[in-house]
């Protein structure tokens, strides 16, 4: 089984109450090969939200305790995204996934590609909250890009 995070699967559940629907993945999810989950609702996050980014690290950083997320206007979420991750962790054991498809860029989901924290779309290397505790409990994840790239080689394979 893949997990997907929700907003490539077309749920509105990103800050700002849109998706980012990637068809491919929606079709899994319709054909039972994939099932969906949002860290930042299921760490307690609620949509429309505060676009938040980590200040002063990645989200390895986050874990370890050396590094925040915080909103736009200065709000500390980062217990929010660390509950968020353990959930996502959770779910993924449950479901005895296979794959891992995150979001790339988000500061949860990102798995090669984050925001600075600046919030002046500045983006930097590094895995978001999420990414990085999965990859760090032996999960396989990848971005929609890397997935995508993936597929449409095998796909030309055939
Ligand atoms: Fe999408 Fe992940 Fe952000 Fe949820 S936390 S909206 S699944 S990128």
Request: net charge neutral; proline share 3%; hydrophobic share 35%.
């Amino acid at each position: 089984m893949i997990l997907i995070s929700s907003c490539l699967a077309g749920s509105m559940c990103r800050y700002n109450a849109t998706h980012c629907l990637e068809t491919k993945l929606h079709t899994l999810i319709k054909e039972k090969k994939a099932v969906m989950a949002c860290p930042e609702l299921l760490g307690g996050l609620s949509t429309p939200r505060e676009p938040a980014e980590i200040q002063g690290g990645t989200g390895r950083d986050v874990l370890e305790g050396k590094a925040q997320v915080l909103t736009a206007s200065g709000k500390d979420v980062t217990q929010a995204f660390i509950n968020g991750a353990n959930k996502t962790l959770a779910y993924a054991r449950q479901i005895n996934a296979t794959l891992v498809v995150l979001k790339e860029n988000s500061p949860s989901c990102g798995s090669t590609s984050i925001y600075d924290g600046s919030f002046q779309g500045v983006k930097q290397k590094g895995e978001g909250v999420t990414a990085a505790l999965l990859r760090k409990e032996g999960f396989a994840v990848m971005s929609e890009e890397e997935f995508l790239q993936t597929w449409m080689s095998h796909s030309a394979e055939d």
